[in-house]
């Protein structure tokens, strides 16, 4: 009788190594290039859709005659009528970073800090419910954030979570000016570069060791920008109206990895 055993060893031993030699043949230099890429600098150009929002507050006068009455432009006191405005467009913008890589498990964990300067052209207007002849606006032409941001990573994917400071070339203004007045008649302003905070998070992938694709939402909120000034009649009123403006952004990054 013909042993098999014997036979079926050897070619269990075979398999093996050939189930081995397979293995050392898989070419893994470039995930592991970019598993250990993660750890490092980068820069990098984005691009994306910004949608933007202002309420803008009808607050009491705190100067001129009027101060401390609690009248405001078109009240005589609270509440005090908040005037929404909205508007949209293209942003683009360089960016810049670093990242640092630990293990976390059979994932990584990233952290790191990353800085960009982005420019637009949004704006937006709005009109009072109150008095038809009063409108607000905001305007924005660039934005910047420096941002902290913290993930989690296989070789080609990091998922992050990212928030900090942002600043913003933001202008506000509110204005009445019809030509037959009803209360006053006025034109005023504020802003200017306006500083605030930024959260988001976004996915990023890595199409080779030095190249990445990203995407990312964030959210920029800018408060308290005043437009404020004397009106033009009646003389010695200040309307104030206090502006929280918010952006929203999604967008497209290319990434060199250094």
Avoid: Q
Wanted: charged residues 15%.
């Amino acid at each position: 009788m013909v042993r098999l055993w014997p036979v079926a060893s050897a070619l269990s031993l075979l398999a093996s190594a050939f189930h081995a030699s397979a293995a050392d043949a898989v070419v893994i230099e470039p995930d592991v290039a970019i598993a250990r890429a993660w750890s490092g600098c980068y820069v990098g150009l984005n691009a994306g859709y910004l949608s933007g929002d202002a309420e803008s507050t009808d607050s009491p006068f705190i100067e001129g005659p009027f101060a401390g009455t609690g009248a405001s432009w078109n009240s005589v006191g609270g509440p005090y009528e908040t005037i929404g405005a909205d508007g949209s467009g293209a942003i683009g913008g360089v960016e810049t970073g670093c990242d640092y890589e630990m293990p976390l498990g059979e994932m990584s964990l990233v952290v790191g800090a990353a800085a960009d300067f982005s420019v637009l052209n949004v704006s937006g207007e709005g009109t009072s419910l109150l008095s038809p002849e009063t409108s607000v606006s905001f305007d924005t032409d660039w934005a910047a954030t420096i941002r902290g941001r913290i993930g989690v990573a296989s070789p080609k994917l990091l998922v992050y979570a990212t928030g900090g400071y942002a600043a913003a070339g933001l202008d506000v203004r509110a204005f009445d000016l019809s030509a037959i007045p009803g209360i006053g008649l006025m034109d005023v302003s504020g802003g200017g570069t306006e500083s605030g905070w930024v959260i988001g998070g976004g996915a990023e992938w890595r199409m080779t060791p030095s190249w990445s694709l990203s995407f990312e939402y964030l959210r920029f909120s800018f408060d308290d920008v005043t437009a404020t000034g004397e009106a033009i009649f009646p003389p010695g009123a200040f309307p104030r109206f206090e502006n929280d403006v918010d952006f929203d952004v999604f967008r497209l990054g290319l990434k060199w990895r250094l």
